[in-house]
């Protein structure tokens, strides 16, 4: 079974910066496109970026030249360098990997992230 597990979320002022990691385990199928979504009070949940095995990136508009992902292959790991946070990015934040395993997608638990004016 892939399990993912996210860390690194937390309060910052904003302006501020923070790093999300994600760590997939299990049986991962290799040929796989892992990802961050996130969703506000209220909202429904949203693309923020993705990222495919060979590193083809995507990102939401909301996000483009503040946010960058990335990924280590051989930790099956994914990245998310998030700069100049806004009020507006508060959200639980959750990574997704499609093609990890047997069924469609995976998603992590979420971690919260927090950005004060």
């Known amino acids: 079974q892939v399990q993912l597990v996210e860390s690194g979320g937390g309060l910052v002022q904003a302006g501020g910066s923070l790093r999300l990691s994600c760590v997939a385990s299990?049986?991962?199928?290799?040929?796989?496109?892992m990802g961050w979504y996130r969703q506000a009070p209220g909202q429904q949940r949203e693309l923020v970026a993705t990222?495919?095995?060979?590193?083809?990136?995507n990102y939401a508009d909301s996000v483009k030249g503040r946010f960058t992902i990335s990924r280590d292959i051989a930790k099956n790991t994914v990245y998310l360098q998030m700069d100049s946070l806004k009020p507006g990015d508060t959200a639980v934040y959750y990574c997704?990997?499609?093609?990890?395993?047997?069924?469609?997608?995976?998603w992590g638990q979420g971690t919260q992230v927090t950005v004060s004016s």
């Open positions: 299990g049986a991962i199928f290799r040929l796989n496109t």
């Open positions: 997704r990997c499609t093609s990890c395993g047997p069924q469609y997608d995976y």
């Open positions: 990222i495919t095995r060979v590193r083809s990136t």
